[in-house]
């Protein structure tokens, strides 16, 4: 499975960014789809997830109510809205194929893209 993520970048805080991840390979349709992110210094965490089959969603306490993760499984996408970011919210962001049973336990990863949000 590779996973390559799309559209990150500089917002001021209260703006929005949408970020995009396209996977491929044999079996990546089996595989629900997840967002984490890692801050300078921090460990990488959660951030949310949808699964395979219903688009279930799961996120994180910290983004619930400001961001929106989708997928299109037809084009084998996944995509996150982020809506009213906070300057903490900067980070790498990474795109994974994620277990069925423990969304946020991540078997694939892609390289991740940046994003900043300016206070």
């Known amino acids: 499975v590779q996973l390559q993520a799309f559209g990150g970048g500089l917002v001021q805080a209260g703006g929005s960014l949408r970020l995009s991840c396209a996977a491929s390979?044999?079996?990546?349709?089996?595989?629900?789809k997840g967002w984490f992110r890692q801050a300078p210094g921090k460990e990488r965490e959660f951030v949310a997830a949808?699964?395979?089959?219903?688009?279930?969603?799961y996120y994180a306490d910290s983004v619930k109510g400001r961001f929106t993760i989708s997928r299109d499984n037809a084009k084998n996408t996944v995509a996150l809205q982020m809506n009213s970011l906070k300057p903490e919210d900067t980070a790498v962001y990474y795109c994974?194929?994620?277990?069925?049973?423990?969304?946020?336990?991540?078997?694939?990863w892609g390289l991740g893209t940046q994003v900043t949000v300016s206070s």
């Open positions: 390979g044999r079996t990546a349709s089996f595989y629900a």
């Open positions: 949808i699964s395979r089959s219903f688009a279930t969603t």
């Open positions: 994974a194929a994620v277990r069925n049973g423990n969304v946020q336990i991540g078997d694939y």
